[in-house]
């Protein structure tokens, strides 16, 4: 929804009672109400809110049975904190699109980095493929994209660069252009382990039943550490930039983008 009325009247201004419920404010920020429940969230992806909400790390004490239901992912732990009490809370990713997505007793792999938050009520696990999380059950959860998502069904080969993620099908495949691995280049790359970065040398395939979710970009979302306070004039805790907005020799965190790039050779 638009955040501007009439031409000319400014920005619409919100409080707690007109700012929507478990619903997007506009393409970027997404109103997560808590009435008493809990949601888990990504750090660094809270950017306002209303109310008394607490943030908990994930192995605390009374938070273990929460945890033991619907945690599973202990490479990403450290990248999460739960959500609780009462008010409304406020996500958002750097000024990519954010939308929310209803799985009903489904099964739907995304990509570390996007998943911004979710509910308990959906149980988290580390996918066997490196750098992506698997959502079981039913419940919402909220996750952001370099553009807006669009849905496809398999058989599909896709940019690795472009892959969201994917519901319930099987896990993708590498597949490598014939061409690509025949010719000159395969054979750089066979010698130098260069090259097999382009969507149209190399993609994933799907094959199945389901839905494969694309960004509308072949842009990876950004590299940053999450939790981390950037290093930013004006911000406290603050100062010299020191390369992507965080200092240097910040040690980074599993499950980040960069390290998909890594994994996946791209």
Same mark, same amino acid.
């Not at 699109?97 to 009520?121: E, H, K």
């Given at each position: 929804?638009?955040? &501007?009325?009439?031409?000319?009247?400014?920005?619409?201004?919100?409080?707690?009672?007109?700012?929507?419920?478990?619903?997007?404010? =506009?393409?970027? /920020?997404?109103?997560?109400?808590?009435?008493? /429940?809990?949601?888990?969230?990504?750090?660094?992806?809270?950017?306002?809110?209303?109310?008394?909400?607490?943030?908990? *790390?994930? #192995?605390?004490?009374?938070?273990?049975?929460?945890?033991?239901?619907?945690?599973?992912?202990?490479?990403?732990?450290? =990248?999460?904190?739960?959500?609780?009490?009462? *008010?409304?809370?406020?996500?958002?990713?750097?000024?990519?699109?954010?939308?929310?997505? =209803?799985?009903? =007793?489904?099964?739907?792999?995304? $990509?570390?980095?996007?998943?911004?938050?979710? %509910?308990?009520?959906?149980?988290?696990?580390?996918?066997?493929?490196?750098?992506?999380?698997?959502?079981?059950?039913?419940?919402?959860?909220?996750?952001?994209?370099? *553009?807006?998502?669009?849905?496809?069904?398999?058989?599909?080969?896709?940019?690795?660069?472009? +892959?969201?993620?994917?519901?319930?099908?099987?896990?993708?495949?590498?597949? &490598?252009?014939?061409?690509?691995?025949?010719?000159?280049?395969?054979?750089?790359?066979?010698? /130098?382990?260069? @090259?097999?970065?382009?969507?149209?040398?190399?993609?994933?395939?799907?094959?199945?039943?389901?839905?494969? +979710?694309?960004?509308?970009?072949?842009?990876?979302?950004?590299?940053?550490?999450?939790?981390?306070?950037? %290093? %930013?004039?004006?911000?406290?805790?603050?100062?010299?930039?020191? #390369?992507? @907005?965080?200092?240097?020799?910040?040690?980074?965190?599993?499950?980040?983008?960069?390290? +998909?790039?890594? $994994?996946?050779?791209?």
């Amino acid at each position: 929804m638009s955040t &501007y009325g009439t031409p000319g009247a400014g920005p619409t201004v919100f409080d707690p009672a007109t700012l929507p419920s478990d619903d997007n404010v =506009d393409h970027y /920020t997404f109103c997560v109400e808590l009435k008493g /429940t809990q949601w888990f969230m990504q750090k660094g992806k809270m950017i306002a809110y209303y109310g008394s909400i607490e943030f908990n *790390g994930i #192995g605390k004490g009374r938070l273990d049975r929460l945890v033991r239901t619907s945690f599973h992912s202990p490479l990403h732990a450290s =990248d999460w904190v739960v959500a609780e009490g009462s *008010g409304k809370m406020l996500l958002a990713d750097r000024a990519f699109d954010v939308n929310s997505y =209803d799985l009903d =007793d489904g099964n739907l792999t995304i $990509r570390s980095g996007n998943l911004l938050a979710f %509910q308990p009520t959906l149980s988290l696990k580390q996918s066997i493929v490196p750098g992506f999380l698997t959502l079981i059950g039913t419940g919402k959860f909220v996750a952001a994209s370099n *553009g807006p998502v669009v849905f496809m069904e398999p058989p599909i080969r896709v940019d690795p660069q472009a +892959l969201v993620g994917w519901a319930d099908c099987p896990s993708p495949c590498h597949h &490598y252009d014939h061409g690509y691995m025949t010719g000159v280049m395969g054979g750089l790359r066979a010698l /130098t382990g260069l @090259g097999g970065a382009s969507g149209e040398e190399h993609q994933f395939e799907f094959v199945g039943a389901g839905t494969v +979710l694309l960004q509308s970009s072949e842009t990876l979302m950004a590299e940053q550490a999450t939790g981390v306070t950037p %290093q %930013q004039p004006g911000v406290p805790g603050g100062g010299a930039s020191g #390369g992507h @907005g965080q200092p240097s020799g910040t040690p980074r965190l599993p499950g980040q983008l960069g390290d +998909l790039q890594r $994994r996946f050779g791209l």
